[in-house]
């Protein structure tokens, strides 16, 4: 697992997917706050550019039951945040079903849909304060493959108390770790704790993001107040 903490975390993953997407290539997104200026940046570098044509976009997770167009989707996210600014084909872009009355089915579906796309090249994430990455609770085994999941109520909370939400549908850990190069995004003190957990602290359900530790290619992207926990970085200073 590799470090790097720099005021400008949104500018240095968007440089680095822009490289990526003249070539055919799939790639995992997250929604979020921490996100948001990684974004805008990429659509500042998209310009007029016909650049996305040959990129598969997978989103990582959605809320469970939910209309796609309510306000709170990460379908909405998404497509004000990026996808109504790139030139990205429609029918490159995937995000699960949040309407679906089989949920089982469309999981599955989606991970056929990540092995046509040739699997995934790079995966962006964020990370919950309890350690939750996508919508991997704590809790969640590390085989996992896309599921249906129970949030929890910091989760919940965190993301605004959404009336009606209590469940998501997720990528697991396993389709999460077989991603070629995954990074992860980490922004402010009230994520110092879960960034410790995952890079410092024992692999273990516990912090979904520790499973991070076992991957070969993995970089966490971290502003200086979600590194401030980190004894490895401390003794280098
Ligand atoms: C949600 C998303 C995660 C995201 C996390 C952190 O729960 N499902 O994918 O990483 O929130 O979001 P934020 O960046 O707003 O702190």
């Known amino acids: 697992m590799k470090i790097t903490v720099s005021t400008d975390i949104c500018v240095e993953v968007a440089s680095q997917i822009f490289k990526l997407i003249n070539n055919t290539s799939t790639i995992a997104l997250p929604t979020g706050n921490t996100p948001v200026d990684m974004y805008t940046e990429l659509v500042k570098l998209s310009g007029t550019d016909l650049n996305w044509l040959k990129t598969n976009i997978f989103i990582l997770d959605v809320y469970y039951p939910q209309d796609p167009n309510d306000p709170n989707s990460f379908y909405s996210y998404i497509k004000n945040n990026l996808l109504d600014n790139i030139n990205l084909p429609p029918e490159n872009f995937h995000i699960l079903d949040s309407n679906t009355k089989n949920t089982v089915e469309e999981c599955l579906k989606y991970e056929e849909n990540i092995n046509k796309a040739g699997g995934i090249d790079l995966a962006i994430l964020g990370i919950g304060e309890n350690g939750h990455i996508a919508f991997n609770e ?100």
């Open 138 to 237: 704590p809790g969640t085994l590390p085989n996992s493959e896309t599921h249906l999941t129970n949030l929890t109520p910091e989760t919940l909370a965190a993301n605004g108390n959404i009336p009606g939400i209590n469940q998501g549908l997720t990528m697991g850990i396993k389709t999460i770790m077989s991603a070629k190069k995954i990074f992860l995004l980490a922004k402010g003190k009230a994520k110092a704790k879960a960034v410790r957990d995952a890079v410092e602290g024992p692999i273990s359900t516990s912090c979904p993001a520790s499973y991070l530790q076992n991957h070969a290619d993995c970089t966490f992207y971290l502003d200086e107040d979600a590194a401030s926990l980190l004894a490895t970085l401390q003794s280098h200073s």
